[in-house]
């Protein structure tokens, strides 16, 4: 990121405003108002979107859990195919995003795995004879009752990550917005889910998706919003063009038109503004640009757990959770949930506003979530590493 006249710090606690890490601002905001001003939440099976919406709106998990349950949130394949967190107004712009991921998945079947269009067709038919608006169905479930439909692709499919057809069929259906995939327990971050029947259009165009990314993000370049859509550069360049982006002087960065005076007037805050948002926090993922938010020394530390020697600033994304004070990232951190504790290091000396913010992600995590997990597939086994290096570098 070039940038040249404009202080660090101040593009970064811009970010942090817009991200509504700014001090706890925003606290009673709903999780739909949170997603809608901030961004999407990438949702991996983890405490992401959970640590995101307490850190800015004070949410907690039974708030969270109850305005999934509403539709007022839910969890779909959007930009890049990936699984965010959206609002209900965005839940036809978000399927809309994601919709040429799983068609490519097809193609890709038909020419390596002998699948044909049709039997993935005719499976998504009995996909939607089986399930139901009310009563979830697991994929095990959906297997046995749809039978022969359900073909096993050997282990060619396995090498390329693809069972049986029900995946691709099942892709599908959610990219047209006739399934939902719903958390069977009602967390999102467990990794147990079924299938419900639902009807929900599906529209919206690359200039819309480019709107909204520029409101949570900007001032971003192209290669930012590139990588968070995962348009090419023809699609990338049509879309910003009705924008009428403003190029910030001396770098790649872009601003709305109705944001320019509002971030020249923006002066950074005298006292810090801790939050302790997860990996994924939109905070870096929006941008996936992980050094601009990291000061020289600390982007030479080592990464915690690591035997190879990486460097944290050579990470395209943290592996650990973070602590950021105005957009800066200041620390590191993991719940252990053997010890029922937060275990931390620190890029700054402790005070006592950041003392009070780690013990309230300490009490939320032991209270609601019970852990702390990066991505569906984490677990305390394969944390202990980081969280040995976290508490011996924090001793």
Known sequence: MANEGIPTAKLRAWWAHRQWLDGGRHRGASAAEVLTATGWARSVGGAGPYLGLFARAGLRRAEVDAAL???EVQELPAARGCTYLLPAADFALGLAAGAGVPEAEIAAAVRHLGVTRDEIEQLCLRISELLSPTEPLAPAQLRAEAGPAVRPLGEAGRRRGVSTTLPLALGLLQARGLVRRVPVDGRLDRQRYGYLRWDRPVHGEAAE??????????????????????????????????????????????????LVEEFWEF????????????AVDGLHLLHRDLPRLLDGPDAARPVPGSRTGRSFGGEADPSTHLVVDRGRIVGLWEYDPEQRELVHRLFVPMDGALRSAIDAV??????????????????????????????SADA
């Open 69 to 71: 349950a509403a539709l």
């Open 267 to 278: 002066t950074v805050p005298e006292q810090p503004e801790y939050s302790l948002v997860a």
């Open 362 to 391: 300490e009490a939320f995590v032991r209270e609601d979530l019970g852990d702390a997990r990066g991505f569906g597939l984490d677990s305390p086994n394969s944390r202990a590493p980081r969280i040995a290096a976290l508490r």
């Open 209 to 258: 998706l480019a709107r909204r990314y520029f409101s949570w993000a900007a001032p971003a370049s192209v290669r930012h919003f590139r990588w968070f859509s995962g348009f090419t550069a023809a699609t990338a360049k049509a879309a910003l063009a009705p924008l009428h982006l403003v190029p910030l002087p001396g770098t790649d960065l872009l601003l709305p038109p109705e």
